[in-house]
């Protein structure tokens, strides 16, 4: 059975494309989900891509949060529908209350556009199951409010459920506390990345293929949840 996975296209966005042919890619079909329809049309997971959603007006994702399609999304991601959220996609999972904390203008307040060095420090997602604990990866990275910032009771809850799922290596970016790439929900089906997987899953175009591991994840996971299984217990260990 082939999984259904939603792209959201809000205005604005600019790789919901590129999101979906990562999908593709990765042996589920894509499925266009807008912005303004509350219809999840029977997705098996949604993807909320980088982009400028609303013109990156107040702050990013603030307006995006209150489409139609978010609070099916936020309704459905509470029952353990999972969710990546990335770049853009992270600021509106935060911005619904969907992740704690929230992005911010990069401390440097310079627009960052490199290939990033990642370690995966929480493997136990929905969206990182193919990956191990500890491996590194290389995708792209293109932001101007992209610094992770939290009180320190988030940041050490985080760090203690081992929530972080990804952090930033031989150099950070954009200042994000405590190197912070990547988290997830409690449930481990809802997970937040600044950098772009979507745009490393062929050797033409990408640094590598490491962000395909993120798509075939939740496919993995989807093919377990259908079979009665859990591939993925959350991000507790």
């Known amino acids: 059975m082939t999984m259904r996975i939603g792209v959201v296209t809000f205005p604005g966005s600019l790789d919901d494309g590129d999101a979906a042919?990562?999908?593709r890619i990765a042996g589920g079909e894509a499925v266009h989900l807008w912005h303004g329809d509350p219809n999840l049309h029977g997705v098996d997971a949604v993807v909320l891509p980088g982009g400028f959603s609303y013109g990156d007006a107040l702050r990013c994702g603030a307006i995006a949060r209150f489409a139609p399609v978010m609070e099916t999304i936020a309704d459905a991601a509470r029952g353990g529908l999972p969710v990546l959220g990335i770049c853009n996609g992270f600021q509106i999972l935060c911005e619904a209350h969907l992740l704690p904390g929230a992005l911010t203008r990069n401390q440097h307040l310079h627009f960052r556009n490199r290939d990033q060095y990642l370690r995966?420090?929480?493997a136990a997602?929905?969206?990182?199951?193919n990956f191990a604990d500890g491996q590194e990866i290389l995708i792209p990275v293109k932001n101007g409010e992209g610094c992770y910032v939290a009180d320190e009771r988030t940041l050490d809850e985080l760090e203690a459920e081992g929530?972080?799922?990804a952090r930033?290596?031989?150099g950070n970016p954009n200042g994000s506390q405590r190197d912070i790439?990547?988290?997830t929900n409690e449930a481990g089906n809802v997970v937040g990345i600044m950098p772009h997987p979507e745009h490393a899953v062929e050797a033409l175009t990408g640094p590598s293929l490491d962000g395909l591991g993120f798509f075939t994840s939740a496919l993995r996971h989807l093919a377990g949840t259908a079979a009665g299984g859990q591939l993925t217990g959350g991000a507790h260990r």
């Open 21 to 23: 042919r990562a999908v």
């Open 181 to 183: 790439a990547a988290i």
């Open 163 to 165: 929530r972080v799922v």
């Open 120 to 122: 995966i420090g929480g």
């Open 125 to 129: 997602t929905a969206w990182t199951n």
């Open 168 to 170: 930033y290596i031989r």
